[in-house]
């Protein structure tokens, strides 16, 4: 029984953290992709642990609520950039970028810094968040899926 009540303690929890973040109905969507109950359970906490890993590394340049810094750093909110170039995006989190960028018709020209320091598993958190928030829906992005794209890149680099 106290097994059980420890299960549900935590749904609750990691639901109402989630809930919290970037994906309120104003921002996000209100869908979520089908997925087992594992992969709710990870996908909350990715969602959780991404979003306190984008305040600490991404939401100066590109803002708390992904709106990007006026003509300077590019909007993540309904970004186009974001949603046809993910393994891009995956990389530009790890080795950073320098050179222009165009999003939603828009060019900006400000360097990204690198974050060799972030793990595969915390880029998969802050992909998932930032994939999931602000009218973003992509569903959970697993280290399973970030760690190769991060090794070709790494590769290319």
Excluded at 46 to 60: H, I, K, P, R, W
Excluded at 106 to 127: G, H, S, V
Aim: aromatic share 10%; with cysteine.
């Amino acid at each position: 029984m106290r097994k059980y009540l420890l299960l549900a303690t935590a749904i609750v929890f990691f639901t109402a953290c989630a809930t919290g973040g970037g994906n309120d109905s104003e921002e996000g969507t209100d869908e979520k992709p089908e997925m087992s109950s594992e992969d709710a359970m990870k996908f909350e906490q990715y969602m959780v642990a991404g979003e306190t890993l984008y305040l600490q590394y991404c939401s100066q340049c590109h803002q708390p609520m992904g709106t990007g810094l006026s003509e300077l750093y590019p909007p993540l909110t309904k970004s186009d950039y974001l949603q046809n170039n993910f393994e891009d995006v995956l990389c530009i989190l790890r080795y950073g970028k320098s050179g222009e960028i165009v999003v939603n018709g828009k060019t900006y020209n400000q360097m990204m810094p690198a974050q060799p320091q972030l793990t595969d598993l915390e880029i998969a958190e802050i992909a998932t968040y930032v994939y999931n928030s602000w009218g973003n829906s992509r569903g959970l992005i697993a280290v399973t899926e970030v760690t190769p794209v991060l090794t070709a890149c790494e590769d290319a680099q």
